[in-house]
């Protein structure tokens, strides 16, 4: 496991063990920063390793949850040491010959891979494991969506970073961020990816060509605007749908309702809907409040929650995996 000291490795560390993924021998790497820390993993304590070229030989899987650039380091020594890396970063997502793949979705294209599958971007997961079980009953021609989306996503200094300045701003200072670029305590703000020369930010087109390529829909028309809130580990989204003609509400909850990895919480008497708090430590991504768009006749509307290190990251990257062990 490489980033095995970070949000995403020590979910991987925990979904591994609680699904009884089969592990020989788990070698656990990160930076220099972390090595030598000890990790309790199914009853026996880990050394964390720096990573070197020679930590990937006799290893059949490589779950990377490193960044891009550490990603693109260590694929060669990877793939030459005969292992297929499932990487959650953004470096191969959008390259011709690596699968992106969300296991409910678009579990046979995992098996046409090179060496590197890639795992998508949180957002871009939660909302199609929504939009697949829809689009496969009338065709989707437009997808609007606006995302609020945790600390957690930004890494486990982020998340440490709200809760610090929310204690910080509680006690009257003033709060100083150091990991996201403004304090996220008793705030939001458009999420800080880098700006693209179409004025849409990095993790908005994310979100676009992503869903495009796990959903085979290379013309979808689909708009996001990202935004970084509050809430330390799930992720919610605003979506707005339309079809080549009118989706009964009816119609879509069964197909939600029946959706693997779908769950629905539509409780109309109590107000009651989806909430980051509903979600989190959990798999399935909770939908609901689905209604029609007073606005256009064929589109619904929707809202959808999900634990975005668990879904949005480990646990699509250990579902992966899973597609990949022999059949016993
Ligand atoms: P994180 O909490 O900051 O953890 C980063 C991990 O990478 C740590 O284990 C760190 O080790 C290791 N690392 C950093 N630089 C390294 C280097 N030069 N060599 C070896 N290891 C290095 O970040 P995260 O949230 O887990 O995210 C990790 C990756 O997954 C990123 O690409 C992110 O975009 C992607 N991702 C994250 C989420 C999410 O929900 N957070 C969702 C989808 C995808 P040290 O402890 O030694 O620094």
């Given at each position: 496991m490489l980033g095995a000291s970070g949000a995403v490795g020590q979910e991987l560390l925990q979904l591994l063990e609680e699904r009884r993924f089969p592990v020989g021998e788990l070698r656990l790497l990160a930076s220099a920063r972390s090595a030598g820390q000890t990790c309790q993993w199914n009853g026996q304590t880990l050394i964390v390793q720096e990573v070197t070229a020679s930590a990937f030989e006799g290893v059949d899987l490589v779950l990377a949850s490193a960044g891009g650039s550490v990603s693109k380091q260590w694929r060669e020594a990877i793939v030459a040491a005969g292992a297929v890396m499932v990487d959650n970063s953004s470096a191969f997502r959008m390259e011709d010959g690596v699968p992106l793949v969300v296991p409910e979705v678009?579990?046979?294209?995992?098996?046409?891979?090179?060496g590197v599958i890639a795992n998508p971007n949180c957002t871009t997961i939660l909302l199609t494991l929504a939009l697949a079980p829809l689009a496969a009953r009338r065709p989707m021609q437009r997808v609007v969506v606006s995302t609020y989306q945790s600390a957690s996503g930004a890494g486990a200094r982020a998340m440490d970073e709200l809760k610090d300045l929310s204690r910080a701003v509680l006690d009257g200072e003033a709060p100083k961020s150091e990991v996201l670029p403004h304090s996220l305590a008793f705030n939001l703000f458009l999420h800080n990816s880098p700006l693209q020369s179409n004025s849409y930010c990095e993790e908005e087109m994310k979100m676009v060509n992503e869903t495009r390529k796990i959903m085979g829909l290379p013309d979808l028309r689909f708009t996001a605007t990202c935004v970084r809130v509050p809430v330390l580990r799930a992720h919610s989204e605003a979506v707005n749908v339309e079809f080549a003609e009118s989706f009964p509400v009816q119609e879509a909850r069964e197909l939600l309702a029946a959706a693997p990895g779908v769950e629905l919480l539509e409780d109309p008497v109590n107000n009651r809907f989806p909430m980051p708090t509903d979600v989190t430590g959990r798999d399935p991504v909770v939908v609901g409040r689905i209604r029609q768009d007073i606005s256009e006749d064929k589109a619904l509307e929707f809202w959808l929650c999900g634990d975005q290190i668990r879904k949005g990251a480990a646990l699509n990257a250990i579902q992966i995996a899973e597609l990949l062990l022999p059949v016993a």
């Open positions: 678009n579990p046979d294209a995992a098996f046409a891979h090179n």
